[in-house]
């Protein structure tokens, strides 16, 4: 659409809002009036031409057929839309007619709003448009409204008409009237304060996207054609690209008819999308309101072509009811599995942070994909997304696994890159996602990135923060480079308009290998360390202030001093779970944790205060005295005293997890396991035993097996191209001769990088021109740089 006709339609539909609703409405409620009534004169001025052809139509299933209920076929038939209305009214008409009575204008209007057939009075219903009419009423303000919308110098109709000086009006295309409706939406939300609502598509990503998406199969259509967007918004994507494929004089015809099909969440803009579906002939069934993450709406069917711009950066914390059922995924849609690194099949989570949604949309779209047979040919997808979608999410992570489920499944053919400040409402860099489950033979088991960043022409006059555009040659050369698949590999230090480079799928995975450092703790029992079993860790203020107040007393009547104690937590603003406040005023609680000090201060009178730098010994030394005193200890209490009472030393000895035999078929299964020779045990955390390590001599075959220290747990993201083992041989072994390699905890993960394919290094200025410009700058600032300098 023309920005100017565009900003002029704007401005003309906001001073109604000012000349009519100043005194009525807040700003930020003008919304509520001037959206339904655009849908509204959109429809009305459509079924003006028709209006005599319905009401003898009426006249003829009343008086003539003897009708007890309208016949809707041929009412649409009369209408010439899927839509028509049986009142004698039209908005002019009520204009025309309208008296100095209110009551009289408010009955003609809810009579004409009555006479819409239902798909219609669904629309008003969402936009509560009844109750607006007879607020504007009471208000008296309800005339100036409409002879503000009938004006001949508004064209809301998707047809050319002229003005009273007999001046063309443009016609309002679905795409126009999505960038009309932006435009109030974000003039409205600023008014108030709001956000400026989800990123509507420009004209001319839809037509590359189309492009994109029809142009390499366009000798090979399907006969019958139906397109999807599951955030469809006001319609846009899907009538372009209705539009693409059936424009006369374009390169592709569709063999047969076209079905489009949508899901939106927004009230407002699904009677938009809902309207204009109508109003282009298409059924109005196939647009669905409600939250597409919430409700497979389309469950069991299949598309042929899906397009969608989804909202990013969105929480989706409302729906995860409806998707997640604790920790078990229960929609279909976003249950997959993938190969672990052992090679077995495994249910994973696919599903990303709550707060950004949008690879939902994706996997939504994917799990509507035809499969490829006989009578179909697969399906292709268009999708919109921002930076986060190619890298957010560790490996393992449901963004991760949903980008390796794509990659994997070998559906991904390419990415494009676009310029910023090319979206409508955000300037964020933006890439449209190409996927295919029947890709060429040669782009089978191959991604291409696109890198078109830098292609835009400058507008004259910025769209909200639409301030660039692609220009028709922009398109033809994104899509050349991505038809061909061709490989334009950047320039050290030149920025090129397109760059392009085809990659293997697996060189965006990676595994995600877990390092891990022997546990190395020095132990000494002191009064004070034992001191510190006397509390639960997690409830220490309030059993330090029981125990300061009660004393010993709070050991055997705890029952009595319960109210007191939650009373201090609360008077203290300590929040604690009902689970907590029952541990924390049960005796048993303060019996283990005396039982702990106890035993503790028993062990130290026997032990003593030496420390020790083998923890090894330490805990034999315990062990044995536990069982020499004969102390009644599980072995969690036990681990909670020899915890408190030990510490991590960079210089003590490792602590030994245990010593055990592999031999025979348990060291070939281990071997096996770990892909690796006998030699190599130690860097997988096996190492050969040493008679100074354990107590007697070690035997052949014996190996030791070290505690992990968590704190000094290292990841390595290893590319899938190349060898875990041998990676950490090169990359982590020279620098830390004691680790080794965790390989049961390996993910696999996946993520694509633009910055790291196509970032163009410039380099810093020469020092001589440096000091060129500081002291040139030095001449302006009477000497002072020379003195801060120290140049003279």
Same mark, same amino acid.
């Given at each position: ?5 565009? @900003?002029?339609?704007?401005? &003309?539909?906001?001073?109604?809002? %000012? ?43 009343? $008086? ?25 009214? =039209? ?19 809810? $009579?004409?709003?009555?006479?819409? +057939? ?8 969402? #936009? ?12 008296d303000v309800l005339l100036d409204v409409l002879e503000k919308f009938t004006s001949p110098n508004i064209n809301l109709t998707p047809y050319d008409k002229e003005d009273t000086e007999g001046r063309k009006l443009p016609a309002l295309s @679905? ?71 059936? %424009? ?73 009811? #409806? ?10 849609? #976003? ?76 559906? /991904? ?12 409402? =955000? ?14 033979? @040669? ?14 022409? !400058? ?5 909200? @923060? ?41 060189? &965006? ?16 029992? =002191? ?8 509390? %639960? ?12 107040? &009660?004393? $010993?007393?709070?050991? *055997? ?45 028993? /062990? ?13 010994? &330490?805990? !034999? ?27 991590? +030393? ?19 299964? /281990? ?36 505690? *992990? ?12 191209? %190349? ?39 410039t380099p810093l200025r020469n020092i001589e021109d440096v000091t060129k410009d500081i002291l040139e700058l030095e001449k302006q600032s009477d000497g002072l740089i020379t003195e801060i300098l120290n140049l003279v």
């Amino acid at each position: 659409m023309n920005n100017s006709v565009h @900003n002029k339609l704007v401005s &003309f539909i906001w001073s109604i809002a %000012d000349d009519c609703l100043r005194d009525v409405y807040v700003r930020g409620k003008y919304r509520d009036v001037i959206l339904p009534m655009i849908v509204l004169r959109r429809l009305d001025a459509l079924l003006e031409p028709t209006k005599e052809a319905v009401l003898e139509e009426i006249i003829f299933q009343r $008086d003539e057929a003897g009708f007890t209920e309208w016949d809707e076929s041929g009412l649409r038939d009369a209408s010439g839309f899927v839509f028509y209305n049986t009142s004698k009214w =039209t908005l002019q008409k009520i204009k025309d007619t309208a008296t100095n009575s209110t009551q009289i204008l408010q009955a003609n209007f809810e $009579d004409y709003l009555n006479g819409f +057939s239902p798909n219609v009075k669904e629309i008003i219903e969402k #936009f509560n448009l009844v109750s607006q009419v007879r607020h504007m009423a009471a208000k008296d303000v309800l005339l100036d409204v409409l002879e503000k919308f009938t004006s001949p110098n508004i064209n809301l109709t998707p047809y050319d008409k002229e003005d009273t000086e007999g001046r063309k009006l443009p016609a309002l295309s @679905n795409l126009g009237m999505g960038y009309v409706f932006e435009e109030l939406i974000r003039k409205f939300n600023e008014d108030n304060n709001e956000e400026a609502g989800e990123h509507f598509t420009p004209r001319e990503v839809i037509d590359l996207m189309t492009h994109i998406i029809f142009d390499p199969i366009k000798e090979n259509l399907p006969p019958v054609m139906t397109i999807y967007d599951p955030a469809c918004g006001s319609g846009g994507m899907l009538t372009e690209a209705q539009n693409f494929i059936k %424009d006369e004089e374009g390169a592709i015809k569709a063999l047969g008819d076209v079905y489009l099909y949508g899901k939106e969440i927004n009230d407002e803009t699904y009677a938009i999308c809902k309207s204009d579906m109508m109003i282009k002939g298409n059924d109005p069934a196939n647009i669905r309101v409600g939250s597409t993450l919430s409700t497979d709406e389309f469950a069991g069917t299949t598309f042929d072509f899906m397009l969608s711009n989804p909202p990013y950066g969105k929480s989706w914390a409302s729906e995860q009811k #409806f998707i997640k059922d604790g920790k078990e995924v229960i929609d279909p849609r #976003f249950q997959i599995k993938l190969k672990n690194y052992w090679g077995q099949e495994e249910e994973v989570d696919a599903i990303p942070r709550s707060s950004d949604g949008q690879l939902l949309f994706l996997m939504e779209m994917v799990s509507k994909m035809k499969p490829v047979n006989d009578k179909t040919k697969g399906s292709r997808i268009a999708s919109v997304h921002n930076g986060s979608s190619l890298f957010t999410g560790d490996a393992g992570g449901g963004e991760s696994n949903i980008r390796r489920y794509i990659i994997e499944n070998d559906w /991904l053919e390419a990415i494009v890159q676009l310029p910023n400040n090319l979206f409508y409402n =955000t300037g964020i860099t933006t890439y449209i996602w190409i996927l295919n489950n029947n890709k060429a033979n @040669n782009r089978k088991g191959k991604v291409q990135l696109i890198d078109a960043g830098q292609l835009y022409r !400058k507008l004259r006059k910025n769209l909200g @923060n639409k301030n660039c555009e692609f220009a028709p040659e922009h398109i033809t050369e994104i899509v050349d480079v991505y038809s061909n698949m061709a490989t334009q590999p950047k320039q050290k230090l030149v920025a090129e308009p397109v760059e392009a480079q085809v990659f293997d799928n697996t060189d &965006f995975g990676y595994y995600k290998a877990s390092i891990e450092r022997p546990k190395r703790l020095k132990a000494q029992f =002191t009064a004070e360390r034992i001191e510190t079993l006397r509390f %639960d860790k997690a409830l220490l203020e309030p059993m330090q202030y029981a125990y300061e107040t &009660f004393g $010993d007393n709070i050991y *055997t009547n705890t029952q009595e001093h319960e109210q007191d104690i939650l009373d201090w937590c609360e008077k203290n603003e300590i929040n604690l779970s009902a689970a907590n406040k029952k541990k924390l005023t049960k005796a048993d609680t303060w019996k283990k944790h005396l039982n702990l000090v106890q035993t503790g201060t028993t /062990l130290l009178k026997i032990i003593g205060e030496d420390e020790y730098n083998d923890f090894n010994q &330490f805990k !034999k030394l315990v062990d044995a005295e536990i069982k020499k005193q004969k102390l009644s200890i599980s072995a969690t209490d036990k681990k909670a005293i020899l915890n408190a009472v030990s510490w991590y +030393s960079a210089d003590a000895e490792k602590v030994i997890k245990k010593v055990e035999k592999l031999s025979g078929d348990k060291l070939a299964k /281990l071997l096996m396991h770990l892909d690796c020779e006998e030699k190599d045990l130690a860097d997988f955390g096996y190492y050969p035993c040493h008679p100074e390590l354990v107590s007697g001599s070690a035997n052949k075959g014996e190996y030791i097996t070290y505690e *992990t220290e968590s704190d000094l747990r290292d990841t390595e993201n290893v590319p899938l191209k %190349d060898n875990i083992h041998s990676y950490f041989k090169r990359e982590v072994q020279p620098h830390v001769s004691e680790a080794w390699i965790n390989l049961d905890a390996t993910k696999i993960g996946y993520e694509i990088s633009f910055n790291k394919y196509f970032y163009k290094h410039t380099p810093l200025r020469n020092i001589e021109d440096v000091t060129k410009d500081i002291l040139e700058l030095e001449k302006q600032s009477d000497g002072l740089i020379t003195e801060i300098l120290n140049l003279v």
